[in-house]
């Protein structure tokens, strides 16, 4: 089985980018300089009509904690439906608890919103107390992969933490490893770790996925 590269983009031009460069799935967002935000829903047009690799859209209004006011999930509830008009396929969400536990409730109520579209659960999972828990909660929401680094700064650093939840995984939910993914370290990501999925930023040059591409293509 091979290894899908996930590049995280923002423009059309870092969208080309990525797919020039061999990635096999694109998280879309805005406002990267905050973590990432909801993107325009003519930005995920354009970028549909441009590249040929699924999209996933991040679903958040503000960047900052991962705590959401009663409005800002409402927020996020309502631009799932005219993101899916404009093309998403999937959806990139991460809401917690004031204690930073996962927020079951919310999270179950954006994955229905989603409509068996799949969603990620992106890097809040990193500041949560207990992954392994966390882990499991995600699950009986229904969310189809979690993007960590196993709760280090990055998913070299993590590599073990992220081999214990891809084993405690199971194939019930998939875990995409993020966080300083390059070339020159993926590869001893994706076999510490045992991860299938990889995740890094693209901006527009395209040689920055090609390379961690090419330096999975034989695992």
């Known amino acids: 089985m091979s290894v899908l590269v996930e590049a ?24 990267l300089e905050v973590g990432g935000t909801t993107p325009d829903e003519d930005l995920v047009r354009a970028v549909k009509r441009a590249v040929g690799v699924p999209v996933f859209v991040m679903v958040r209004p503000r960047g900052g904690d991962f705590h959401f006011t009663r409005a800002e ?13 404009a093309g998403a396929d999937g959806y990139v969400i991460g809401s917690l608890e004031p204690d930073a536990r996962v927020d079951e409730a919310a999270t179950r109520e954006l994955v229905d919103a989603a409509d068996g579209a799949p969603v990620t659960f992106h890097k809040a999972f990193d500041v949560v107390p207990d992954q392994r828990a966390a882990l499991e909660a995600l699950i009986r929401c229904g969310v ?9 700064a990055t998913a070299a650093e993590g590599a073990d933490a992220l081999r214990a939840l891809v084993e405690q995984a199971r194939a019930r939910i998939t875990i995409m490893a993020g966080g300083k993914v ?11 770790a045992g991860v299938r999925e990889v995740h890094a930023r693209c901006a527009a040059d395209e040689n920055t996925i090609r390379g961690i591409v090419e330096a999975v293509a034989t695992l």
Do not use: F, K, Y
């Open 73 to 85: 999930h409402l927020a996020m509830m309502v631009s799932i439906p005219g993101l899916h008009d």
């Open 182 to 192: 390059r070339a020159p370290n993926v590869r001893e990501i994706v076999e510490r």
């Open 8 to 31: 995280c983009v923002d423009s059309v031009e870092s969208s080309r980018g990525a797919a020039r460069g061999g990635a096999g799935r694109l998280e879309l967002c805005e406002h």
């Open 144 to 152: 189809r992969r979690v993007l960590t680094s196993g709760g280090s």
